[in-house]
């Protein structure tokens, strides 16, 4: 079909197209002669070619712009639009990040704000913005924690203690970090085992990271007693926030007793999370770890803003002060969010949440029955008589226009189906997605083969994963 040809396909000598914010012969004077070139082999082609071919191109890609993305663990909510605007104003697009700050006052005081809005979500005292991903952040604060206890002496403390159930960044981050990885096992509710935590414990453990609610959706209820045995043990708790969607103005992980936090505003404060990036996973501490933070800092000193590097900082992280084009969307988001209506966010995503638990426990295997925060994990199909798997399943989705949630994570459900519907989705989408998913599971007894071979619909069909993510085809042809 003439539109599923790619741009270079359809060119033809002597089209053209016209952009009239690209002015040619003012980058021809402003590149040195050497470095411009007369001969490249670019389509020729008309600006509706160019309009057709993008829209095509983007048509085969998925979005949430598209279509409900239930992505268990990823917060794939909508990102209104107007955060986007917000980031594309020219004040701060075109300003470098070497500007001398007397002429930066604006995007320092941005950046403040940042750090002042997500320390009073955080029940922390402050936040840098320097780390570029949730991961980054979990390192930082790994790099945080350590150092603190270099800074009291006390050396012996080389082990991070991870859940079964964690993120498989908690282990790795505390791996690159340089710790020995402890593993404290779930019990048959799905929560930390106190009493294994108990039993791991020793004068070594230097800390434990734990996301609240956990990763099968539930909350850590004994949080409080988990965090008395850390704080009595000389440790300290490291908060994964990538969860903290239900939580937003119910709780805060400072009273809970964690020491150091890291958010994924990518995932909680609007900007579309997944392809990559950008990110950004800002790490927030408490009092006593304020000097540990990394450089710089922004403080306000009168109506003057300045960054400041903390006496024990871990140092920089990264180029520059993180990723502020992202700052900007949270801060966007935040107020025109409003204090008032955080709340509402973790409620809905809650309450969607168990909608759906609710709605398809007939057909799909409840791993734990008790009320679930803003994800629901099932174990796949309840029957299992039918060979289907949850692969199967989250294929078979796609010809339904519907993202499939996670699968296969959390590692502690052998046959995961992981759904977060955020709350950004209506009841409408959600009953069309429960409706999807209970005539799967007809089909899965009545027809298994229209499963296996899904899916249907889709630009490609089923693919080797493993060889589609290590030998990806990016180029259209050999150049
Ligand atoms: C629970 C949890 N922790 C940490 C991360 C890592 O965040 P990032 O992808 O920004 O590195 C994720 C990512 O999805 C996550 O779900």
């Not at 990885?181 to 108990?198: D, P």
């Not at 988001?333 to 638990?357: C, D, I, R, S």
């Not at 249907?456 to 060889?467: G, K």
């Amino acid at each position: 079909m003439l539109y599923d040809k790619l741009i270079f396909e359809i060119s033809q000598k002597g089209r053209i197209a016209h952009d009239l914010k690209v002015e040619t012969n003012n980058l021809k004077k402003a590149l040195p002669k050497h470095l411009q070139r007369n001969n490249l082999d670019l389509p020729e082609v008309t600006e509706l070619d160019v309009v057709r071919h993008y829209t095509n191109v983007s048509l085969k890609n998925f979005s949430v712009d598209k279509g409900f993305y239930p992505l268990g663990s990823c917060t794939m909510k909508y990102n209104p639009k107007i955060n986007e605007q917000m980031a594309n104003l020219e004040g701060f697009v075109n300003q470098h990040p070497l500007t001398p700050i007397k002429a930066s006052q604006g995007s320092l005081k941005l950046m403040y704000e940042a750090d002042r809005m997500i320390s009073e979500i955080t029940g922390m005292d402050k936040v840098g913005l320097a780390p570029f991903a949730g991961a980054h952040g979990e390192l930082i604060g790994l790099y945080i924690i350590k150092k603190y206890h270099e800074v009291n002496g006390d050396f012996k403390r080389t082990k991070i203690i991870v859940p079964d159930s964690a993120h498989g960044t908690n282990p790795a981050s505390a791996s690159v970090a340089g710790f020995e990885v402890i593993e404290v096992k779930s019990n048959e509710n799905g929560l930390v085992n106190v009493e294994h935590l108990k039993e791991i414990l020793t004068d070594e453990v230097a800390g434990i990271m734990l996301t609240n609610p956990n990763t099968v959706g539930l909350f850590e209820k004994d949080i409080l007693k988990m965090s008395e045995l850390i704080h009595e043990n000389g440790g300290l708790l490291y908060y994964d926030g990538a969860n903290l969607n239900p939580l937003l103005g119910k709780g805060k992980p400072g009273m809970m007793g964690f020491d150091i936090i890291h958010l994924n505003v990518h995932k909680t404060f609007s900007t579309p999370h997944g392809g990559g990036g950008p990110g950004a996973g800002p790490v927030g501490v408490v009092k006593e770890l304020r000097d540990f933070l990394p450089g710089p800092i922004v403080e306000k000193d009168g109506n003057e803003y300045k960054f400041v590097y903390p006496k024990h900082s871990i140092g920089r992280v990264g180029n520059f002060y993180g990723n502020f084009g992202v700052y900007i969307k949270t801060v966007s988001y935040l107020k025109t969010l409003g204090k008032n209506n955080l709340e509402k966010v973790g409620q809905l995503a809650v309450l969607n949440a168990n909608y759906l638990k609710e709605s398809l426990k007939d057909d799909y295997k409840l791993v734990y029955p008790q009320a679930c925060m803003h994800e629901v994990v099932f174990d796949g199909l309840k029957d299992k008589s039918t060979g289907i798997k949850t692969l199967d399943v989250a294929k078979r989705l796609l010809d339904f226009n519907v993202h499939p949630p996670t699968i296969y994570f959390p590692l502690v459900v052998s046959e995961a189906l992981m759904m977060e519907p955020t709350e950004t989705e209506s009841k409408e989408t959600l009953d069309h997605y429960i409706k999807v998913l209970k005539q799967i599971a007809k089909e899965a007894k009545e027809n298994p083969d229209i499963l296996r071979e899904a899916p249907h619909t889709t630009p490609v069909r089923r693919l080797d994963e493993v060889t589609a993510a290590r030998e990806p085809k990016l180029k259209f042809k050999d150049l």
